[in-house]
């Protein structure tokens, strides 16, 4: 499903980062590990196509999606790619139920309200709907970063330092709704963390050197 073939990156004046071949078969979940500065963030966006690799190629769903300009990868990152960012961007001046509807939007796919009502529900924020992210607790405000990835369907999540900052049992807490609800949904899941709390939750490791 995902392919990962002789990718590397290079900015001026620092070494480029070079990534080792991967598959990621549709479904499955891995975690990638490795030191501060190693790439794991950066590899996660040239997964998601938010950045072209100096060399190589990424390809989901036999789709070459390195290989296309800008607004093609943008418009299939929309509608095949789910992400949650360290910092979760949740726009303050939209309702938590707007916020989702905007990652619809933004796919070019119709607003599906029940279908975002639906996905609140099941990670116990439908009574929060009309909130603005401000009136929310970090835990919600993580779960509803983990719906907005969802919302559109996926066949690809990518997770970036999602247990960042947390305490054992909200830690413990995200890592379910990433993995159970990225299973529920079939979509395959990729995190990208230093966290050994992250780490011990997945059986596939992707090893990233410093």
Known sequence: ?????????????????????????????????????????????????LQRPTQGRVCLDGNPLSDWPEARRDAFRGRRIGIVFQRLHLLGALSLGENLQLAQRCAGLPVDRSRVQSLLTQLGLGALMHARPHALSGGQQQRAAIARALVNRPALVLADEPTASLDDDNAATVLDLL????????????????DARAKARFAAHWVLAA
Do not use: C, F, N, W
């Open 179 to 194: 993995l159970g609800e990225t299973q529920r949904a079939g979509a395959a899941l990729l995190v990208a963390t230093h």
């Open 1 to 49: 499903m995902l392919t990962l073939e002789s990718l590397s990156l290079t900015h001026a004046g620092r070494p480029p980062l070079r990534y080792p071949d991967r598959q990621l078969s549709a479904g499955a979940q891995a975690v990638v590990l490795g030191p501060s500065g190693s790439g794991k963030s950066t590899l996660l966006h040239l997964i998601g196509g």
